[in-house]
C-alpha cells in the first residue's frame, strides 16, 4: 500500500476553515426554529403541526422532521432559541443607567417595546409555561428558561439597588413573580386591543421598583 501523500499547508488551511457537519445541522436546526416561530406565536403550541410550520415556511415537510423528531423538539429548540436572545435585553438599561432613577425610565420603555414589537413571541411563551404543567417533556426546558428570565430581571433589580446606595429586600424569585404578573397583564390587554395600557406599565414600575430595596 502506498503511503498517503502529504497535504498541502493550503490543504490543511482549508480543512481548519471547514464547517463541520454537526455545525451545519445546528445552523440548519436554529433556521428552522427561526422560521418555526411565526407559525407558534400565531397559532399557539395545541393548533401548530410540523405540517402547519413547513407551508408557512421555505421548508418541505420531510426537510422539519429530517432535523427535529416531533412537534416537541422543534418547541423547544424554537423557544430555548428565542429567549437565548432576550436574555441579554436589558443589558444596555444596565450599562447606560446612571442614576437609579435613570434605570427605571429605561426599563419601563424596555418593558413596554418588547410588548409592541414582539407580542406573539410572549404569548407563546406563556402558552408553553401553560402546557408544561400537563406536559412533562415540556417542563424541564421550561424551567430551566423559567430560570434564565429570573436572573435576567434579578440583574436590573441589582443595579437598582447599587444605584439606589440601599439592598435588595426582595429574594430574585419574588423580584421576578412581581415582574412577570405586571407584563403577563400588560400583554393580556395589549393583544386585546388594549395597546393605551403601555403607557399605564411605566407608572406601575416605577410603583414596584422602590418595594424592592429595603427602606
Not at 58 to 65: A, C, D, L, Q
Request: proline share 3%; hydrophobic share 40%.
Amino acid at each position: 500500500m502506498a503511503p498517503p501523500r502529504p497535504q498541502s499547508a493550503h490543504s490543511h488551511i482549508q480543512r481548519r476553515g471547514a464547517v463541520r457537519p454537526a455545525d451545519k445541522f445546528d445552523a440548519r436546526r436554529d433556521e428552522l426554529a427561526e422560521s418555526a416561530l411565526k407559525t407558534l406565536g400565531d397559532l399557539g403550541y395545541a393548533r401548530t403541526t410540523l405540517r402547519e410550520i413547513a407551508n408557512n415556511s421555505t421548508f418541505s415537510h420531510g426537510v422539519v422532521h429530517y432535523y427535529f423528531h416531533d412537534k416537541l423538539d422543534l418547541v423547544i429548540h424554537s423557544v430555548r432559541y428565542y429567549k437565548a436572545r432576550c436574555v441579554t435585553r436589558y443589558d444596555s438599561v444596565l450599562a447606560n443607567s446612571m442614576t437609579a432613577e435613570g434605570l427605571v425610565e429605561a426599563f419601563a420603555a424596555k418593558l413596554a417595546e418588547t410588548i409592541r414589537e414582539e407580542a406573539p413571541m410572549h404569548r407563546l411563551w406563556y402558552d408553553l409555561r401553560t402546557q408544561s404543567m400537563f406536559e412533562e417533556q415540556l417542563r424541564e426546558a421550561v424551567c430551566v428558561i423559567d430560570k434564565t428570565l429570573e436572573e435576567m430581571i434579578w440583574r436590573v433589580v441589582r443595579r437598582y439597588a447599587e444605584l439606589a446606595e440601599r439592598a435588595p429586600a426582595l429574594e430574585s424569585s419574588m423580584a421576578y413573580g412581581i415582574f412577570d404578573g405586571l407584563f403577563q397583564q400588560a400583554l393580556l390587554a395589549f393583544v386585546s386591543g388594549r395597546t393605551e395600557v403601555l403607557d399605564g406599565l411605566a407608572g406601575r414600575v416605577r410603583a414596584v421598583m422602590p418595594l424592592m430595596l429595603e427602606r
